[in-house]
């Protein structure tokens, strides 16, 4: 049987009171269960601040640019 992440609010409330985590890897082997809790990993939020989310351009670095646009004009 293949392994699958399963929800841990899907689980009788014996088992996921004791669960610290949101969800759960379900593995079967030789006729036994193993749950493994599921550390997500948290996101990094630095990626994401500013006007673009690719990380090719902050956001201070935008700035400077409509900065330098802005003197050009003048």
Not at 63 to 69: F, V
């Amino acid at each position: 049987m293949s392994d699958m992440v399963l929800d841990v609010q899907t689980l009788p409330e014996m088992i996921f009171s004791r669960i610290s985590t949101g969800k759960v890897n379900f593995h079967e082997e030789n006729g036994s269960i193993i749950l493994t809790p599921v550390i997500e990993k948290k996101r990094n939020f630095d990626v994401l601040f500013g006007m673009f989310s690719d990380g090719k351009i902050s956001s201070e670095e935008y700035m400077k640019e409509k900065q330098l646009e802005k003197e050009l004009e003048s």
